[in-house]
């Protein structure tokens, strides 16, 4: 039943983007990590949003700040706060471009990545280096990709 519905599908999509944070890779490439959590979250909000709202992005930002040891609720708040408009806007970035939603999804991985620095500034002095910000551009960048290969995945699943 659950396979029928495509909740496993969805469910594995958040693994995969949560191992994938945290999975090693070459020190030079490190700060310029995507934000894979943003960018599968940002695809099924945009995408089925009459399944993935604002309590899957609560579930899964909390899970983050698990999986990356930070105050907990620092990435469930970051997250919430950059889903709101990508729910509330919905169809207009869905027939958007991919350039577009590139753009669309840059900022909103900023706003998400300058409200987490700003949480982990207020609550435990954190300091501010622009190497935080690469993910922004790295996110931005692949996002065509990620858009893409769940889109097919979605199909494939018949996640609807």
């Known amino acids: 039943m659950w396979i029928k519905s495509g909740l496993v599908p969805l469910l594995v999509s958040y693994v995969i983007a949560l191992v994938l944070m945290v999975m090693p890779i070459p020190a030079l490439f ?11 979250v940002l695809y099924w909000l945009i995408a089925i949003p009459h ?3 604002f309590g ?8 983050t700040d ?8 620092i990435y469930a708040t970051a997250l919430v706060v ?3 408009p990508a729910i509330r806007h919905f169809q207009r970035i869905r027939n958007y ?4 939603q590139l753009l669309v999804v840059g900022v909103l991985i900023l706003i998400k990545r300058v409200l987490v620095y700003q949480l982990e500034h207020l609550l435990n002095d954190a300091v501010f280096n622009w190497p935080y910000l690469y993910p922004v551009l790295s996110s931005a960048v692949i996002w065509p990709w990620v858009f893409l290969i ?10 609807r």
């Open 30 to 40: 490190e700060p310029w990590r995507p934000d894979w959590v943003a960018l599968v």
């Open 97 to 100: 471009s991919l350039t577009q």
């Open 56 to 63: 899957t992005v609560l579930i899964i930002g909390l899970l």
């Open 66 to 73: 698990i999986l990356m040891g930070t105050t907990f609720g």
């Open 82 to 84: 950059m889903a709101y």
């Open 51 to 53: 399944r993935v709202g």
């Open 150 to 159: 769940l889109r097919r995945y979605r199909r494939r699943h018949l996640i």
